[in-house]
Each structure stands twice: as C-alpha cells, then as structure tokens.
C-alpha cells in the first residue's frame, strides 16, 4: 500500500520539490533516480551499508551538512531538508577540489561506489572547517570510512580525500545562504499556542461524550489529547521494542527473510518481522510529531505498570517468537470486524478466528486501533473549539494512516505467520515447538543492568547486553532529539538499531539469551534544554566508544564500531 504525501517539500541541487503526488514510502534513492532523472546517486544494497546511495544534505543553512543514505529514508521523512547529489556537486564546468583529487589519484576503478565517496568527501572538507582542532583521521573516518568499494580502491580514494579535507583544517568556514532558508523558515513559533485562550475546564455534553463512545478523563481536549497521545507514545514504543526481541529471536541464517536481515530494507507494506518494527518507529514518530506540534515534549517512555487496562494492548513482555505470541499479535493490530467471529462470511475466515481465540485462551488482549479512534474523536473535538492551533487536516489523515497500516499491513503479516503461509515458513507445522525447524530460539532474558556499586563482569554475554543496552538507549536519545530538530537524527537512530543492535542481539540469541532492553533510570532528555540534552547525548555515545575497546573481545564479527562514531561527528556539527 503506498500512500501518496501531500505534505513534504524540499530541495534537490538548489530546486524546490513539491511532493504531492510521490508515495510518502518510497524511498529518496528511489525518488531521486526515477522521478527526477538523478541517476548519479547509485542503489547498491539497498539497505544503508554500502553507501553508493550516499546524498549530502543540509537541515540549516547556517550548518554543515552531513551524509544520508538516500535506499533508506522514506520520503515522509524528507520535509525541509537541502539534498545534493553528485549531479550538484561542481559549479557549472568547475570540479570541486574533492573531485578533481579523485580524478588526480585515479582511485575509481568501476565507479560505482564513486559518487557516494565524493559526495561524503564533500562533507568531510565542510565539517573540518566548520570547527577548530578536528583530528583530519577522525573526520575523515567518521564520514567517509562506511563507504564500500568492492574494487578495493580504498586507500586512493582515503589518499585523495584526505588531502583535500587537510586543506579545509585552517580555513573559516562561510556561512553563505542556502537556497532552502528561501523556502523554509525557523521552526514553528509556541506564540499561537500559548496565547491561545484555554479554558482550564470544559464541560462535555452528553452529545459529545456520545460521538467520542467513551468518557474522557478530562474535560478539556487538549489535556485529553495530551493523555491519550502520550499513552499511544508507549504503546508504540513497546511495540516496537517487543517486536524488535521478537525479530532478534529468529534463527538465522535459515530465517533471515523472516527476521529481515541483511534485505531490511523499508517501504510499502512489511515483509518480515523487522519491516514491521520499524513501521512502529514510524508510528511513534508521528504521535512525538504531533505532541510537538503542540507544544508538548515528546515522550519515549514505555509500558510499565499500566493504569488504564481498557487501552494498552496486553502486559509489556519480552518473548521469543512462537504461535502464542504471534497470535497476541494478530489481535492487537486487528481491526473490530477482523476477529469478530459473528462477522466472517468464509469458511476459512471462520476457521483462522476459531483457531485465534483457541491458541489466545482466555485472555484477550486490547486492540491498538481502538485507542487511535479515541484520539481521532477528541483531536476532532478540540478542533470545533480552536480550529487555527494546528493543521488539523494534516494530523487527522497522518492518525488515519497509521490505524490503517495496523488494521491491514501489520494484521495481514502477523496473520501471515499464524497461518503458516508467509513465504519463509514451509508450513503451519513448523510452530510445533518439537519441530526441528522451528523459527525461534526460546531465549531467556537477564537484565543488563549490575547491582549498585558493582562494575559490569568482563564477560561475553554480560559486555553485550551492556553495550546493547548503551545502543538502545542512544536510539532513544536520537530520537527524542530528532523529534525537537525536524527529524534530522531519525537516520542515524535507524543506523544503530539495525547495525549494532542488531548484531549483539543476535550473538547473544544463538547462545540462548535475549537482549534486556532495559529502561534508561534517568530517562532520555534529562536535561535542563535541548542543548544539554544533545550534548548529553554525545556523552552516550562516548560510553559506546568506551565499551567498544573495553569489551573488543568479546563483539561479533558484523559489529560497527564506526556507527556511534559517526553519530557523534554528526552531533558534534549540529551542536
């Protein structure tokens, strides 16, 4: 299912792009290529690792710019950024200095990873001279030391970027204007919303108690809305991190198209457990965006000890995948009518609800939709009273879509696997746990964090529970900081949890443990404001680096440790 956006603009080699008839899923790569004519932007493996896709782009006219990987970045996610391709990198018949060094050293061979070198070339000589006393080794590992070249020219390409990037060291960097400072403005002034007359107390009629089929905890929608997106906001987050632990548990290499890995890449409608989890991540990002756009702080907390059994799902846990914990799942993102056994009109629809409720027992868990009516109905209700607050429409269609994907793509998956029809799977018979097939590890789950006072054991599985716990906690920090910053750090908070996550997780399922996922106790915006909370952010990131070294023993052989690297070299340029 693509959805068309309506809502996104941004510019490509300085020209304003309106998308309002391109799939908000497809991805820019995809965009710029066939949409634009851009073909200089290679796809390769289409998952983000091998950077011949890499784009540079600028979120600020008065910032450095910072390399994207343009496979894995959704067109929704696009709004207000500047993008250049290798198309815009020389001016007119002059080359840049990046790409003439390139030429100089003859380091391509084939040239198909050579756009993406000269476009991150491009942003190591900007980052070096936007900062005083940057280590050359480190900027230009930090930007250009992910991408790939399958011709093993690495040590021109490294010899002729390098050269370049020492030539930025000394100079100032220009704050010349960008060409998107002409389309897009400052962030979003608070003044509409706080002079905006807000009674402290609004008394519903029975009338609108009825439209919104339940009674509100508040009388006052905004307040309400508040409540009910901020649930929504651990809902997701829960979610998404179940379903994380559920993909981690699945065997591989046998089944990696389950799993999603190495393809997980994202758009459309998901084909494994990952592409499922990270359409959470998109769900989330859109209930954050939205409490942002009222003001609100975002919130990433998760289900704990839930106070309103009629709204969350079920108690949050951490389980292996297995036809029990699927079937929570089909029920959760299942539409009323979809497990309603009075409303099957076939035989085999009749047979699937039979069969769910026999393997659920008789617990019935909540369905995720019924919360996003609510707050479809109260987002309407606070509409009537100030209609100018925020673009309704907008949030309305965005509330829309993601009930929809629950209801259809997540249901259709999750059912997928119950049935034993998913093309991974040979059979429904595989789900019996004897079965010598079975997709899942059955795993255990110990937390990663150490009793107060105790240093954490310079062993394999406590170091990777630890240093996975530092990368969930880093995803949640990006995050946190990219809903305040227009969705900047959203690359990067995908980088980690698909690249190291992934890879300690996976380690410690083939020795029968399960990655803790434990909650960060100070939270993740302790600070005072945005800039403490970005700086602190990259002294999360210095705790990985630290871990890395600490426990280099013991890291699986796929394990990044240039990702929080560059993570924090694209921090260190936005603060």
């Avoid at 950024?81 to 391509?108: F, S």
């Avoid at 006072?453 to 920090?477: D, Q, S, T």
Wanted: with cysteine; hydrophobic share 40%.
């Amino acid at each position: 299912m693509l959805r068309k956006t309506t809502d996104v603009s941004l510019v490509i080699n300085g020209e304003l792009h309106d998308l309002g008839d391109a799939p908000a899923d497809m991805h820019l790569a995809h965009y710029l290529r066939e949409v634009v004519g851009l073909t200089g932007t290679r796809i390769g493996c289409s998952i983000g690792e091998c950077r011949a896709c890499t784009v540079l782009v600028r979120h600020s006219p008065t910032e450095p710019p910072t390399t994207k990987q343009s496979c894995m970045i959704s067109l929704r996610h696009v709004n207000g950024w500047e993008v250049t391709t290798i198309e815009g990198v020389a001016a007119g018949e002059q080359l840049h200095p990046i790409q003439d060094a390139i030429l100089h050293h003859d380091a391509m061979q084939c040239g198909f990873c050579s756009a993406g070198f000269v476009l991150a070339g491009v942003v190591a000589c900007e980052q070096m001279a936007s900062l005083e006393g940057q280590d050359l080794d480190t900027v230009v590992e930090a930007v250009t030391g992910h991408n790939l070249c399958r011709c093993t020219g690495y040590a021109r390409y490294r010899s002729a970027i390098t050269q370049v990037v020492a030539s930025y060291a000394k100079k100032k960097s220009l704050d010349t204007p960008s060409s998107i400072s002409a389309h897009f403005g400052a962030a979003v002034s608070r003044d509409r919303f706080l002079s905006t007359e807000m009674p402290l107390r609004e008394t519903l009629s029975s009338d609108t108690q009825d439209a919104l089929r339940y009674v509100p905890l508040f009388d006052n929608p905004l307040l309400e809305l508040i409540r009910l997106l901020r649930d929504a906001a651990e809902i997701e987050h829960s979610l998404l991190v179940q379903y994380l632990f559920a993909a981690f548990s699945i065997k591989t290499p046998q089944y990696a198209a389950l799993a999603g890995w190495p393809s997980h890449r994202y758009g459309g409608r998901p084909l494994h457990v990952l592409g499922v989890a990270i359409e959470e991540m998109v769900h989330l990002d859109v209930v954050n965006n939205l409490l942002f756009a009222l003001g609100v702080a975002p919130h990433l907390g998760r289900q704990q000890f839930p106070y309103e059994q009629e709204i969350y799902p079920f108690d949050f846990k951490l389980e292996a995948l297995s036809l029990e914990t699927i079937a929570k799942y089909v029920y959760v993102e299942a539409s009323a009518r979809a497990v309603d056994p009075d409303a099957q009109t076939n035989e085999e629809d009749k047979l699937f609800v039979e069969r769910l409720y026999k393997v659920l027992g008789t617990t019935r868990p909540n369905r995720v939709g019924s919360l996003y009516h609510k707050i479809e109905a109260v987002l309407d209700q606070l509409r009537m009273r100030h209609p100018r607050l925020i673009d309704f429409g907008l949030w309305q269609r965005r509330l829309e879509e993601v009930r929809e994907e629950g209801e259809s793509e997540h249901f259709e998956f999750f059912r997928s696997l119950f049935d034993g029809t998913h093309p991974a799977l040979p059979g429904l018979e595989v789900w019996d746990p004897a079965n010598r097939d079975y997709p899942a590890f059955k795993l255990f789950v110990t937390s990663g964090l150490p009793l107060t006072g105790e240093p954490i054991p310079h062993h394999k599985h406590p170091a990777l529970r630890h240093l996975g716990n530092l990368h969930y906690w880093i995803v949640c920090m990006l995050l946190d900081q990219s809903y305040r910053r227009g969705g900047r750090f959203h690359n990067a908070a995908r980088r980690h949890m698909t690249g190291p996550l992934r890879s300690l997780a996976t380690e410690l399922a083939r020795d029968g443990e399960g990655m803790p996922f434990d909650v960060l106790p100070s939270g993740y915006a302790p600070g005072a404001d945005t800039l403490v909370n970005l700086q602190l952010t990259m002294s999360m990131l210095g705790e990985i680096a630290f871990a890395e070294k600490r426990f280099a023993a013991f890291l699986p052989f796929d394990y990044s440790t240039r990702c929080a690297l560059e993570t924090t070299q694209e921090l260190r340029m936005t603060s």
